[in-house]
């Protein structure tokens, strides 16, 4: 018993130094209230990994301030992504928990959980490997920011750096390359549209019209009209249009 006992005290020391060693050395998040970031860990990740197949690796992306952003995106992003997300201080514990349940039962990293915080620490300092360390630098970078910014200038640097397609980051980007209109236009269809894919842009188009991303667009405008973030009549017609199909 005595041995299980000092085992547990070992583990438990390690894993303390562990999480402590991943929460040292955070990067310096300040800078971002008055300047916008360049590029993201994320967009030299997916820059490199093109290079390296000696494809083209031009990153398009235009920034566009969080006024200029069509309110239907911003509404379609929430409920889509991050729906407690004015309301939480970085991190969603009840999702956390529903995402270890689901890890814990498949024996694997699966469920994210990542709020739209956690989502943004991600993209402008670390990786999609999903790994538990990541996670846990995630979430302390996910602290800074929520500590330095305020919830609008989060969001703003989320939806400007947001991937939304191969090479397409933001929602300047994402409009002009689908819809070829800016952020500041778009309709509640194709705000819904563009909320479906994410946050697997690479393997969905805004336009497809599989079963799944269907289902998605559907409870995405559903909790637009619940939340008031649309009319009666702006659900009917953007159901209509994307009852239509793709264009």
Not at 34 to 41: C, D, H, I, Y
Not at 171 to 176: F, G, K, N, R
């Amino acid at each position: 018993m005595r041995v299980v006992f000092w085992a547990i005290v070992i583990l438990f020391l390690f894993l303390a130094g562990w999480v402590v060693y991943l929460a040292t050395g955070l990067p310096n998040v300040g800078y971002l209230n008055r300047q916008n970031p360049q590029t993201t860990a994320f967009a030299e990740a997916w820059k490199k990994s093109q290079a390296e197949k000696k494809k083209n690796a031009r990153i398009y992306q235009e920034w566009a301030d969080f006024d200029r952003i069509s309110p239907y995106l911003i509404g379609a992003v929430l409920v889509a992504e991050d729906v407690n997300f004015w309301d939480h201080p970085g991190y969603d514990w009840a999702e956390i928990k529903r995402a270890l349940k689901t890890d814990i039962e498949r024996k694997t990293i699966l469920r994210g959980a990542s709020t739209i915080t956690q989502q943004l620490a991600k993209n402008l300092f670390l990786s999609g490997t999903k790994t538990l360390g990541r996670k846990i630098r995630e979430f302390f970078i996910a602290r800074e920011l929520e500590k330095k910014l305020s919830k609008e200038r989060i969001f703003e640097l989320y939806l400007n750096w947001v991937e939304w397609g191969e090479g397409v980051f933001g929602a300047e980007a994402a409009s002009w390359s689908y819809f070829q209109k800016s952020s500041s236009e778009l309709w509640p269809e194709d705000a819904v549209r563009l909320a479906s894919i994410l946050p697997s842009p690479r393997r969905f188009s805004p336009f497809s019209n599989s079963p799944g991303l269907k289902r998605k667009r559907n409870l995405i405008l559903q909790r637009m009209l619940k939340y008031k973030m649309i009319t009666q009549t702006d659900y009917e017609l953007a159901k209509k249009e994307l009852d239509k199909g793709s264009s």
